[in-house]
């Protein structure tokens, strides 16, 4: 029943716990009536519940099993056999909406098809190809193909882990030569240097700004440059390839992105890939003043978001309350209280919330 006390098992690596002071949301979650049990992946999982929901990040395990490794293939089995025998369990997020996230591709080819990205809203995603093997004559038939203009940004198809900020800035075609094969080469978009983040939690979202590229302009001849995408875009970043040269700066940098875009840009995320907790960097094309996607993170690190635990620990609520209500009329429709076995999966079931809010 919503309003009844919850049990949620969690999941985040020591890192992670202490990157979001996790101590902190753990109080809010008692707060709310919410008893947070770390869950120990060794163990049986079922020998650790019931449980009510569970908040994860186990997006290093999946990467690994996508990679063929063996420890990272055995945790998801785990984890998705408990989950496939305890339907009723919210997963906040599902495996099967990260296994899509964590595939820059993928995800951008998701994002490509939304209805959003049009003329009217003036939000778009750079062109875009998936390089495989560093064969010089087919990349470059491939880039043509795709439209990709030169300067291009080169990043790992898999966005996570520790390489997945290592990416390659080229200049021209000659530059295939210095991209990290498997990747995604995307047209670089000029935007002052400024770079907006959108922390969600669901649909509800918060706006930070960070240093991002500086612009490029008659670069052609200009040597691939190496970088670590989440060195660049750190509050306090120091390296010179964000600082922006002012002669070079478009009319277009002190205009903020159009708050109701924004809010779109977070639904249409969350409703085509199928997150509530996730992370979207966009920047503002400097000579059009258009908006552009250029990445999607899950369960970002919500650096910059006020009261974080508290907005945590409130979505958690909602959810499970939802999850709940849920679960009642779904038990009542289907006839279980009058003996019957039918039962859907609850895991990717959830109703259309028409809530347009902003955590701004």
Known sequence: M????????????????KKLSFSDIEDALRERDIEPVKI??????DKQGPFNGILHKLTDFIAKAENGDDEG??????????????????????????????????????INKCQLLNEETAVFIPPFVELQTNVYETNVHLLRLSKVNFPAVCKPVIAHGSSAHQMTLIFNES????AIYPCVVQTFVNHNAVLYKLFALGRKYTTVLRPSIKNFNNCEDLASIRFDGGEISKPNSSSRLAVQDEREVNGHLHESPCPKILNRIVQ?????????????DVIVEASTGRIAIVDVNAFPGYEGVTDFPGRLADFVREELDKSSHETSVITRENGICNGTNDCRNLT?????????????
């Open 2 to 17: 919503p309003g009844s006390r919850k049990r949620l098992g969690y999941w985040l690596s020591q890192k992670k716990c």
């Open 40 to 45: 120990d992946l060794e163990e049986p999982i």
């Open 73 to 110: 293939q055995k945790v998801l089995q785990y984890f998705e056999s408990y989950i496939q025998d305890n339907p009723s369990v919210l997963v906040m997020d599902s495996i099967a909406c990260l296994r899509t996230l964590i595939n820059r591709y993928k995800t951008y080819c998701i």
């Open 175 to 178: 530059g295939l030569k210095d």
């Open 268 to 280: 249409a995320i969350n409703e085509s890939i199928g997150l509530g907790l996730f992370g979207v």
């Open 348 to 360: 990717n079931f959830r109703k259309t919330d028409t809530e347009k809010t902003s955590m701004a």
